[in-house]
Every structure is written in structure tokens, then in C-alpha cells.
């Protein structure tokens, strides 16, 4: 047996190759499906990583995407967060429960997607309230014998603070077949992109947060937006959904009406604009213009004043800016309310070194100021929060914050829809103080909609998306209105709810000096009771 005949068995001996060519070709096959196998495993490292660090979760549609899990789950995954694992248990138990016939119809069970944007610093702490709403409104409608026809099982879909995840989280939802969509996450680019995906597979979307302006079916052509300082390649002027979206808050342009009824022809006028430098989100660079718009003087445009997100400092600097105002002052806050707490206390703080001269400071702001009513998940964000609500200013009331929630359950009636909130949220064990921020009436409010389309149709009638978008398209002044808890929810042509206009209140500090963290509103003009 020589070796140049069997060269470790890999060259076979060709008298024997006839009898046993299998027997002596195996190692020879062997080595070749190594030399191919090996580099493509080690190619696909990476990919396998981000498949199983998310809890071991690959077959369920989750993933790692720019250090986050994302992905979809019908519960109880949490995305490894750990504020969440509490819900998404409670989403588990009752799409158990939710099963074909489970309602007194015996009809089938439907598939509903609940797009959120779960980890992304801009929603904080308000994106579990907002996934408890929409739980609690899953389980209401469920639950209510005289109304349930097709009982609905919720599918969570994490798109994450990222760019990449959107649009491939939207398909996955698609492709698991839900026909309506609620949550659509925030005023973001990435939510636009997602909504285009899900327009075109003809799935009708509530938005539950979403106000930027563009966020609907004409570009908000109505509030003749100016796009000029958003980020170039967005595509949201043109309107996004293609007749497939809906939204249950309050777009930009009607808070800032509001707000300016609140301001009135002789009350005191804006001073300021505090402004990020950077616009390439759409909450603030279609906010912008329409302040302008509404407030600038006819002699000259009202004074920006901008502050760097990226850079905490220039919020101090910005606040050293506002302070050399004299006599009542008012700024109106067209920026995400992350740093808004870091701009309240810098204004207590430089005004007790005495480097103020204004008499009183009124800080107006849109919806996202309702924030301030929340406990934050990040543990620095919540101690910033608290302290400005401590601040001797605030709450002497030197220093006012005006804004425009999208609800507050200190000024909703007690009955009704938010009494039903209540207790659903009671039942499945949620924190009461997480009705606050208005973004679990938001998300309740969202899936309620959603919820009444689907329930329009018989028991005998087969649930596909195009029919829930048709009743979608019903709840019109003149037609059906939805109950919802924040009131009778309608919707005008292009998908804005128009059933009545948000209020104006004022953040109150607590009373008898209790608790920063228990702050409520009132009125804003009928001022702190």
C-alpha cells in the first residue's frame, strides 16, 4: 500500500475504486464540504448572533438590529426589557384566551399589530403606557359579551429607535397576516416608511402619538405646512397610508391654534422659540414654521433660540439666552420634551445666582410637554424631571409650563370611556399613575378604533383588511363615532381626528408640597387649585 496511491485515503486505490468507490471517496468528500462550509459559517456568525441573542427568539421573528432586539412577538418575549415583561405576559394570557368562538358570536378570532417603538429615548417611559392602553382596550373589547363579534389577538412589533428595522418589521407584521395596525410607534421618518409598507399591502393603520404635521393622507395640506427645514429626503409632505392611515391625536397645527387662544389679542405674546439645531425630526421641523406662522410679529420674525440635542451644555446656554428677557416672558418649548426638565431647572438655577431679569417665565409647548407627568425608565432622565419640578419657581409659580395633551385623566369625565379605562386598567393590575402622560388613553383610544371597525363585521363575514378600512372610513361627522376614552372619536377626509380640539392646561405642582412626582394639571386659565 503505497503512498502515492492512497494519500491518506483521500486519492482512492483505483483497483478498488469499482467495488468500494464510496468507501474511499467519503473523505475526499468530506474535505471539500469543509472547505466550503467553514466559510460560509464563519460568514454567518454575525448573522446567527443577532438571530439568538435576543432570548433565543429566531423562529418568532426577532432580532438584534443596531444593539436592540426587534422584531414580533404575541407575548410573553419582552424584548429583554425588563418594564415590559409584566404586559407582554398579560398580552400572552389573553391571546390565549382569545380563541375562535371565544366571543358570544362563535366567530373566528383576528389578528391585530400593535407597531411601537418601544426603546426609543423620545418616548421613554410613555411607550409602556402607550402597549398598556392598547392591552387594556385588547381586553375590553374582548371581554364586552353585547359587543365582541370577532375576539382579537394582538401581535407586538418592535421597530426600535434605529433607521434599518422599520420597514423590515412592518412586512414581517404583513406577512403574519393582521388586518389592522395600531400603536405606528412616532412622528418619525422610519414610522412614514413603515406605513408606506403597510399601505401597500392594503392594512389600515390607527396612529396612536403621531402629530407631526404630514402624517396623514395630503400632507396636512390643510395647515399649509413648510417642509423647507425638515431633512430633504423625507417623504412624509406628500402624505403617507395612501387612504389607509388614521391618527386619534391632535396634529401640530390645531395644538398650536389652541395655544393660541390661550395667548388671546391682548394677553401677553411669545418672546422666544427655543429650537434644536438639528431638524431631521419631524415633530419639530413641521412644528417650526407653524409657530412662526401664528406668532411672529408683522415687524420681525421672533427670536430662535437653539440648543444642540447632542450636547446637554447648550441647554444651559440657551437658558442663559431666555434670562436676559425683562418683565413676563414667554417661550414657546418646539422641541422633544427629553430636554425639556434640563431647561426648566437651568432657568431656576441661573435665576438664583440673580442672572435673570425677567419677572415671571411662561413656557408653551405642544403635546409632547405631558412627558413632564411621567416617571422616566432612565434613571438620570427621572432625576432631571423631578428636579425641575422642585425647583422653588416652579412651584411658586414664577415659572409656568402651558401645553396641549393628547389626554389627561384630571380633566376627562369620570365616566364613560375613561371610567371603562380605568377599570380594565385595575383588572389587568396597571399602574393608575401611567394614565398620566395621556399616552395609554392614546393607545386605548387607538386600538378602540380599531376595535369598532372590526366589530362592524357579522360573525358570518370573512375579517380581511380592506373591509375594516372601509368601516374605518365611516366614523365621520354624520356617520359613526367611536367611544373612546377620551370622547366620541371621528376622522375627517384625510385621516386627522376631528370630532373636537385638544385643551390648553398648566402643569400644577403638588399640593401642600407633597411629592414632586404627583404633580396634575388644571385649566390653564383657571390657573393652579
Known sequence: MSTRTYLWRIWPNRERFPREWWHWWRP?????????????????????SDRFSCGWQPLYGVWKQEGECVGLTAGPYAFDRRELTDVMSKVARQ?????DGSCASGAEAVWVGAL???TSAESGGQALHQLEGIVAEQANANGNKAECVHPIK????????GEQAATRVAELLADEGVVAVTGMGLSRQETADAAQVLAQRKIPMVGNVITAEGFDANGSQQDRPDYGRCDPSHTYKDGIGLGYFYRVSYRNAVQIEQLAKYLGPGRRTLTFIMTPITMDDPYTCTTLP?????????SRPLQEVKFDPGDPATVKQSAQRVCAGVGPVSVFYAARATHLPQFLKSIADQSELGQCRFTSITVLSTSDAGRMRAAEVDPNLEQQRVAALSTPMFVDGTVRLIYTPLADPDLLPKEGGMRVLRQSFAALGFDPAHLDSGWAIAGFDGMAVVAGAVNTLTAKEPVVSSRINAALGGFVHGGTAVGGASGNITFDNYGNRDDSAPSVVRLCPAKGGGEPKTVRVYPARAGCL
Open 154 to 161: 394582538l401581535r407586538v412589533a418592535q421597530m426600535g429607535a
Open 290 to 298: 407653524l409657530v412662526h406662522a401664528r406668532f411672529d410679529p408683522k
Open 116 to 118: 411601537l417603538t418601544l
Open 95 to 99: 391571546n390565549e384566551a382569545a380563541k
Open 28 to 48: 475526499l468528500g468530506a474535505v471539500m464540504a469543509f472547505g466550503v462550509l467553514i466559510p460560509g459559517v464563519v460568514k454567518g456568525v454575525p448573522w446567527l
